[in-house]
């Protein structure tokens, strides 16, 4: 179901106008000789509410109670309203209705809203001007009786440029399913946090009419229908969808509303329908709901958001018209149509569509809508929605085209990615996993299902937009992994880089893709070069499609579990970091000092988060656009659990508990070699926003992967039984495995010796390497009160 808007046919009753009223200002209503007597004539068309092709009847009845018609002046100014009731709007046959009214004199523009009493404070500010714009509704919406509005120019009227579209003040979003899921079943669904209220006039037809509005607004129940919601701004809404996977119980998974191909959030506007389409299913979702409002959306469940009238985004203008079309769309590999919509002001409203792709072979126009006059449409433009037709795509990478709108003299281009053959969720191909610990058999035997169910921190928009979650990974340092991938008959499998192994005969019925292990040292499985190749598979289906795989190989990075008591009794906090993790590897660049006062140029290889993290963004909680990147900090680990002076001089039971292979807490000297080297350090930056932060970051050697951050995190303090006290949330923090050295404070044989620890505190423009007992205590004590604080690993 698309959202169709409400169009109104507004035929006047004219008079021949002389020259001496030629000046719009000059043109009044009532009973004057420009206008009948008794009024303006209004002809109401009420398409229906699905999506149609243009000038196709209505199958869902809409009705419209009643109508309110508000005139203003060449300045805005109000000059009065007529109200219309069910008794004066009278059916013709169909969907058109007859109304009549009277124009106030001096009026330039007739504003028109349906369904909602109007009171004077909602049609004028204190100053006597337009207040649509700022009067809004809240409370239960109705999608059979939708509070709409249109305007109009006199100017226009006169033109006989009678169309007027009615918007309505909501959107609204569904949820369906691909036929093939056949082992999915729907129940229902639930928005969150959408707006509690919109107003009743919009002056962008793309924008976010109020976008400070309070977002806290959930539906009551689980629908399975379509359900209103008022317009909403990015990064606030998400949906539940409850279903029974393979049969089992009701369990609930997160979508979020993001644009296609993209982790960016999309802003949810009025008179829009956001269709959410399941597109494979690999688990079963989270038991309860809270689990799944109080976790991120996940790729346990993969979908497509379609928006019925994508945004325009890119105008042009000449002398007498102007030309708009919407942003890049990018749809599935499986996808038959691509939507995208355009505006023209030209007066005849003419336009041509042509494509640049062999697989786009078509169109249709789905809607036709005449715009308001606005600010930023000050002349009547038609809107125009249009549905390419596709052929799937059955390569795994994604191909581009371009599709060209010409309306006279001006034309724009908007650009259509078709993503590419889902391999990854293909029965035919499940990868399989082996040699990396800690997997149950059953999750060796799905690689894909595994990354995407239980492998945090490998989405896109968990690595700032980089892909990650579609190939093959080789850890750096010591790799234990090799791939089982299917054989079909019919395979040709290329594979030209010489730093990947694949073995045909090894394995029955499999390819087994090893990291080659040559004895040139570059090669070799323990090193730390970053690299990106690709294997490829093509293969002749019986229907004779062609179906080509390109499984991109990573070796940038590594999983790693945090299991045992480093997921346990080394962390304080609220909730600690468990489970596996997948972190990338930079190399940073030192100027490190060494004791015969020498400075040398090191290279560390550094994680790209901390550890238990799951993004490498920036985590400040002073900002909007960062604050949910709260996942950047990772776990509050303490350093030590020595319990004596003795202990505290050797014990680094924690430091290594805490190690990933060759990976291991940083000490003082990689971070002050760092800072020293102007590579840690503090910039001054501005969100998309506009906010203003501090942010600390690491400048790397990686042309890929420029920097990485260190998130504001604070510290917790408290003992392991009881709840600890969070401190300092403005602070960066991280805890060294460097104890202070008895030239920097206390002598090898003081009692205090072992229990004082380096750490890193950024705060403001102050960077500082300090120092903290890891416990409360005295003497050589251990009091049991410990302060933890987030680590990062680097291997030299």
Not at 121 to 147: C, Q
Request: glycine residues 8%.
């Amino acid at each position: 179901m698309y959202i169709k808007k409400l169009t109104i046919c507004l035929f006047m009753l004219l008079a021949m106008v002389s020259t001496a009223c030629s000046d719009i200002r000059d043109i009044v209503g009532g009973g004057t000789q420009d206008l009948p007597t008794d009024g303006v004539v209004l002809t109401l068309k009420l398409p229906n509410f699905t999506k149609n092709t243009v000038a196709t009847r209505a199958n869902e009845q809409q009705q419209i109670k009643s109508l309110c018609v508000l005139c203003y002046d060449a300045d805005n100014k109000y000059l009065g309203m007529s109200n219309i009731t069910g008794a004066d709007i009278k059916p013709k046959g169909g969907d058109s209705y007859d109304v009549k009214v009277k124009a106030e004199p001096g009026t330039v523009t007739l504003h028109i809203v349906a369904n909602t009493n109007i009171t004077e404070s909602d049609a004028k500010d204190a100053e006597g001007k337009n207040n649509l714009y700022n009067a809004t509704r809240d409370g239960n919406l109705n999608l059979s009786t939708p509070v709409c509005w249109g305007s109009v120019t006199v100017k226009d009227l006169l033109s006989r440029k009678t169309d007027v579209s009615l918007f309505r003040q909501f959107a609204k979003a569904s949820v369906t399913k691909n036929e093939s899921l056949t082992n999915f079943e729907i129940t229902g669904f639930r928005l969150f946090n959408t707006a509690s209220s919109g107003t009743i006039a919009s002056e962008s037809i793309n924008k976010v009419a109020l976008p400070s509005v309070d977002c806290s607004a959930k539906t009551v129940e689980y629908v399975t229908g379509e359900q209103p919601f008022y317009e909403t701004p990015a990064d606030k809404a998400y949906m539940i969808i409850r279903a029974k996977y393979d049969g089992g119980p009701d369990t609930y998974y997160k979508v979020e509303f993001l644009i296609n191909g993209t982790s960016t959030q999309m802003d949810l506007l009025r008179n829009h329908h956001y269709q959410v389409k399941v597109t494979a299913v690999n688990h079963e979702g989270w038991a309860t709901e809270d689990e799944a409002i109080n976790n991120k959306s996940e790729n346990r469940l993969s979908v497509e958001v379609v928006d019925d009238n994508p945004p325009i985004v890119n105008m042009i203008a000449c002398k007498d018209y102007e030309l708009g079309v919407c942003g890049k769309q990018t749809v599935l590999g499986n996808a038959r149509t691509a939507t995208i919509s355009f505006v023209t002001t030209k007066p005849d409203f003419t336009y041509n569509v042509k494509w640049n792709a062999d697989w786009i072979t078509g169109y249709n126009v789905t809607k036709r809508v005449v715009l308001p006059t606005s600010a930023e449409h000050p002349s009547t433009g038609t809107l125009y929605t249009i549905d390419l037709t596709l052929t799937a795509n059955c390569q795994s990478t994604a191909q581009s085209g371009t599709v060209t709108i010409t309306s006279g003299d001006l034309s724009r281009d908007v650009e259509i990615i078709q993503k590419g053959y889902d391999f990854r969720t293909d029965k035919n191909r499940t990868v399989q996993i082996r040699g990396l610990a800690g997997l149950t058999q059953e999750e060796q035997k799905d690689y894909f299902k595994w990354m995407d169910t239980s492998l945090q921190g490998i989405s896109q928009a968990e690595n700032q937009g980089r892909v990650r979650n579609d190939g093959l990974h080789f850890f750096v340092g010591n790799n234990p992994v090799y791939y089982l991938i299917p054989k079909l008959q019919g395979d040709e499998l290329t594979c030209n880089d010489t730093r990947v192994n694949v073995d045909k005969e090894s394995v029955n019925g499999f390819y087994k893709v090893m990291l080659a292990n040559n004895s040139d040292e570059s090669y070799n499985d323990n090193n730390y070069n970053r690299w990106i190749s690709n294997l490829t598979i093509t293969t002749i289906t019986n229907a004779g499609t062609k179906i080509t795989v390109t499984y991109p190989v990573y070796h940038v990075g590594l999983f790693a579990q945090l299991t045992g008591d480093a997921a346990g009794i080394y962390q304080l906090g609220n909730s600690k970091a468990s489970g596996w993790y997948y972190y990338e590897m930079v190399d940073v660049k030192a100027k490190v000092t060494k004791k015969n006062g020498t400075i040398e140029d090191k290279t560390y290889h550094m994680l790209d988060r901390n550890l238990g993290a799951t993004t490498n963004g920036y985590y400040s909680p002073a900002t909007t656009a960062l604050e949910g990147n709260v996942g950047a900090i990772g776990g509050y680990f303490i350093i030590s659990k020595a319990q004596s002076s003795d202990e505290a001089k050797k014990d680094d039971d924690v430091v290594k508990a805490l190690a990933i292979g060759n990976f291991k807490v940083c000490d003082n000297m990689c971070l002050q070699g760092l800072i020293d080297n102007n590579v840690l350090k503090i910039e001054g930056k501005n969100t998309d926003y506009g906010e203003v932060y501090n942010c600390i970051c690491i400048k790397t050697a990686d042309s890929e992967i420029p920097e990485i951050y260190i998130p504001m995190s604070g510290y917790y303090e408290g003992k392991s039984n009881e709840d600890p006290v969070y401190k300092d949330s403005y602070h960066a923090n991280l805890w060294t495995s460097s104890r202070l050295s008895d030239y920097q404070g206390f002598s090898s044989t003081s009692p205090e010796y072992g229990f004082w620890y380096l750490y890193l505190d950024a705060f403001g423009k102050s960077l500082n390497l300090s120092n903290y007992r890891f416990v409360s205590g005295s003497s050589g004590m251990n009091k049991g009160r410990y302060r933890a604080m987030p680590v990062r690993l680097v291997a030299e």
